[in-house]
């Protein structure tokens, strides 16, 4: 263990730079990601980083034309050049919203396939002007899949020692939130229901277009220092993961937060730890670390999918275990009524003898799951075992009179309202019985005049 944690013994202020770096631009992400989450449009914000290209090769252009025009000095293009490239991505981003509802909307196109041809043919075009015009321009493909993160932290401003990376997002994750913030009632109502947040007078395509235009700013600002993958993992994963977590939008956008610093941490972390860890229990020694970048968008997968398997409302092994529990409800249930039909209906001289013996223990072991019910229903106290099988307990009975009576009123009451054979009767109310609260029960009493018997002729209980 020791040796597996040993990196982070040398852990510097570069490190804790790297970590800063990450979480700002990953919380910058996450929130106009959570509400291209409930719009259903997370893929926009993947064809939005690509669509950008062409954003920041006008922008090269247009600085490059100011410097020879002698509009800016060069010493100033690089602060001009930044502008530029926010101002482009926010343009072509809006653009790309744009024309992928028109071509949706005029061509009659399905709305993912709108979008990939958008999103193509304007990647395409960015990389034809460059191909044309900037041929001599290297692109490092590890920069831009990457980004460069760890080398992020060097590049500081003046003399203050705080790395441009962290101004550059911190200044993002501030409008962000802001407008978030300034903003909520108008963008959650417009995410969930466009039409009344016109119809209210808030204009939704407006608050549409405009968070495209935030969506490319942010993604522009922390494309350089983390680079593609983990600026489109934070764009959905954190809000994907915390939309498995509750049902409340403002819960959710602080759960993306959080998720999103986590990630940052926990990705850092795992990039100087795991590598070493991996490398030698394969037999290799020559590994070290990996891309903190690439290892945070793998936290954040690993994050989701653990709130996917886990969660306590959505999760998949809650579900399981709801599913499990309703299963043996109904299963226990079903005993029940089988013990009382069978009481009710069984001769007086049944009662001792083998047949009645084998007749309880067919009822409560026809499967597992009855099987098990039929255990955890003696537990309770609802059902008591003899030698001669199993017997309905004072509580019990009361519990499946209540159980036969919601099935014969159900069945009376499609009867009274539905013209079905008497199988179609059973058979519904055979499912609907486990479902029925008092206050239904009592609705159906009423509406049926509190019948005696049910349409087969048998008694009520009351």
């Keep these: 263990m020791n040796s597996f944690l040993s990196p982070l013994h040398s852990w510097t202020l570069l490190d804790s730079w790297i970590v800063v770096i990450g979480a700002l631009s990953a919380m910058a992400c996450a929130l106009p990601g959570c509400f291209l989450l409930l719009r259903k449009q997370s893929l926009m914000g993947d064809a939005i980083s690509h669509t950008s290209l062409l954003g920041v090769v006008a922008a090269f252009f247009v600085s490059h034309w100011l410097v020879e025009a002698k509009v800016i000095s060069p010493a100033t293009e690089l602060s001009v050049r930044h502008v530029t490239m926010c101002v482009g991505a926010i343009v072509v981003g809006v653009m790309s919203a744009w024309l992928t509802e028109s071509l949706q909307k005029l061509g009659n196109v399905e709305s993912s396939a709108a979008l990939g041809v958008v999103f193509t043919s304007l990647f395409a075009l960015g990389l034809l002007l460059i191909r044309a015009f900037a041929d001599n321009v290297h692109i490092d493909l590890d920069c831009v899949l990457y980004g460069e993160i760890v080398t992020a932290p060097l590049e500081t401003v003046g003399n203050s020692g705080v790395p441009r990376a962290v101004i550059v997002n911190g200044v993002v994750l501030a409008i962000n939130l802001l407008l978030t913030v300034l903003l909520f ?86 990039a100087l730890t795991l590598p070493l860890l991996i490398s030698r229990s394969i037999g290799i020694a020559d590994v070290r670390d990996a891309s903190s970048a690439g290892m945070m968008a793998a936290a954040a997968g690993f994050l989701f999918v653990m709130a996917m398997l886990l969660g306590p409302k959505y999760g998949l092994v809650v579900r399981v275990w709801h599913r499990l529990l309703l299963k043996l409800r109904i299963a226990g249930e079903d005993v029940l009524g089988r013990l009382y039909r069978f009481e009710e209906s069984a001769p007086a001289d049944l009662s001792a003898t083998s047949e009645r013996v084998a007749l309880l223990r067919k009822i409560t072991s026809q499967s597992r799951v009855s099987r098990l019910a039929t255990w955890m229903l003696i537990r309770r106290g609802w059902l008591i075992g003899s030698g001669s099988g199993v017997h309905l307990t004072d509580i019990g009975r009361e519990a499946a009179r209540t159980l036969v009576r919601s099935h014969r009123l159900w069945e009376s009451f499609l009867a009274k309202h539905f013209v079905l054979g008497e199988g179609r009767f059973h058979e519904s109310a055979e499912q609907v019985e486990h479902f029925l609260d008092p206050e239904l029960l009592a609705e159906l009493d009423h509406d049926l005049d509190r019948p005696g018997v049910d349409p087969h002729g048998r008694a009520i209980p009351n």
């Design 185 to 270: 009632k108008e963008l959650r109502l417009s995410a969930f229901d466009p039409a009344l947040a016109t119809t209210l007078g808030i204009p939704a395509q407006v608050m549409h277009y405009g968070l495209m235009g935030l969506t490319a700013m942010t993604l522009v600002a922390a494309f350089e220092s983390v680079g593609s993958i983990l600026v489109i993992a934070m764009l959905i994963i954190p809000p994907a993961t915390a939309y498995l977590l509750t049902d409340r939008l403002p819960r959710m956008i602080v759960l993306s937060l959080l998720i999103a610093v986590l990630s940052a941490a926990l990705g850092h972390v795992s």
